[in-house]
């Protein structure tokens, strides 16, 4: 296979870019913690919130932390004549789902593209991570695990959710790992040189 150029923040000199996909979990007010702690490491960060994570978290709170406008409807044009989903995931050096719900797994492990976060995965060539959140049931369904599977195949790393005590008053395995987990995670991958999920699973 023929060597890749260098590419990212590391080849530009510039703040690593992190696109953060927050989807609808009760996990989703988290979201705020990592924003914080990618953005006390000094990288540039994104957010793209799904319509169900906007019932958990404001975008409010999100933008403000990001200080960057939250992305969330593909049909707002209202940064400009750009396909925003297409003009973010060029030069992106990672997207992070953090929660991501059994339902976004489903949707990204089988390519289904009906809001923005899900049609910005499949136009991202960056790596890509997840950190699962959900009821223990929900993660030992044998759907989710073939969904996970599915992605792990592809070369999307799981940041694997811990056990306790669950929102839905349950306790065992589904609880997001905790927002310095996702951040210390996230900035490992980012350090990395990125050869990109394409690439990773090419090499499958
Ligand atoms: C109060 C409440 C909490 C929820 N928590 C979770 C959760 O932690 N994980 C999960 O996978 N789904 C959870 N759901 C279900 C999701 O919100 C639902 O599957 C939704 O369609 C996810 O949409 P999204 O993946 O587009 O954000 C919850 C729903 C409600 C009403």
């Not at 209202?78 to 797994?105: E, F, K, N, W, Y």
């Not at 599977?149 to 799981?158: A, D, F, I, S, Y």
Request: charged share 20%; hydrophobic share 50%.
């Amino acid at each position: 296979m023929s060597k890749e150029p260098e590419r990212g923040a590391r080849a530009a000199g510039r703040a690593p870019r992190i696109a953060l996909g927050v989807s609808g979990g009760i996990a989703a007010y988290k979201a705020a913690e990592v924003v914080r702690g990618l953005m006390k490491a000094g990288c540039e960060v994104h957010v793209v919130m799904t319509a169900h994570a906007r019932e958990f978290i404001t975008p409010l709170t999100l933008q403000t932390l990001s200080a960057h406008k939250v992305l969330s409807d593909p049909w707002d044009l209202s940064q400009g004549a750009d396909i925003q989903h297409i003009a973010l995931a060029r030069d992106l050096d990672l997207l992070l789902v953090a929660p991501a719900t059994a339902d976004i797994l489903a949707k990204l492990a089988h390519g289904i593209a009906d809001d923005f976060l899900t049609t910005f995965y499949l136009a991202v060539t960056a790596t890509v991570a997840m950190a699962p959140a959900m009821n223990l049931w929900m993660w030992e369904h044998p759907a989710t695990r073939a969904n996970v599977e599915v992605l792990k195949g592809r070369g999307v790393r799981v940041i694997d959710p811990g056990v306790g005590e669950l929102a839905c008053g349950e306790e065992g395995i589904g609880r997001m790992a905790e927002p310095e987990a996702i951040v210390e995670a996230a900035l490992s991958l980012v350090k990395k040189k990125s050869r990109g999920r394409l690439r990773a699973a090419a090499s499958s």
